[in-house]
């Protein structure tokens, strides 16, 4: 079974920084492809950041440049540092996993959040950002 767990999130001032991490299990860590992804309205969600196997990495203009997702391959985990918050990245951050690399190269930027038609999702991790 696929199974993806968030944490790290929290209250963090604007300014502020903070790192989330996802433990992945039941699949090929390595051989994946992993991203992080953020509620936006309703249950839509924006992808933040992708990590590749080959290691190649994409940001959106949203968190680029103050951003860095990386993989740690031995405790099958990726993560997402961020740092100068504001206050619209507060949200709920979905890890999500494309197992089999369907999208490599080409994740959908909006996504409706843990749908069960694209990937596999974490439960979510809460992330506020306040004055």
């Known amino acids: 079974e696929v199974q993806l767990v968030e944490s790290g999130g929290g209250s963090v001032e604007v300014g502020g920084s903070l790192r989330l991490s996802c433990t992945a299990s039941?699949?090929?860590?390595?051989?994946?492809?992993m991203g992080w992804y953020r509620q936006t309205t309703g249950d839509e969600c924006e992808l933040l950041s992708v990590i590749e196997s080959d290691g190649s990495t994409y940001y959106s203009d949203s968190v680029k440049g103050r951003s860095t997702i990386s993989q740690d391959n031995a405790k099958n985990t990726v993560y997402l540092e961020m740092s100068s918050l504001k206050p619209e990245d507060t949200g709920v951050y979905y890890c999500a996993a494309d197992i089999d690399r369907r999208y490599a190269g080409g994740w959908p930027t909006s996504n409706r959040c843990r749908t069960a038609h694209w990937g596999f999702w974490g439960q979510g991790t809460q992330v506020a950002v306040s004055p």
């Open positions: 039941g699949f090929s860590f390595e051989d994946s492809d």
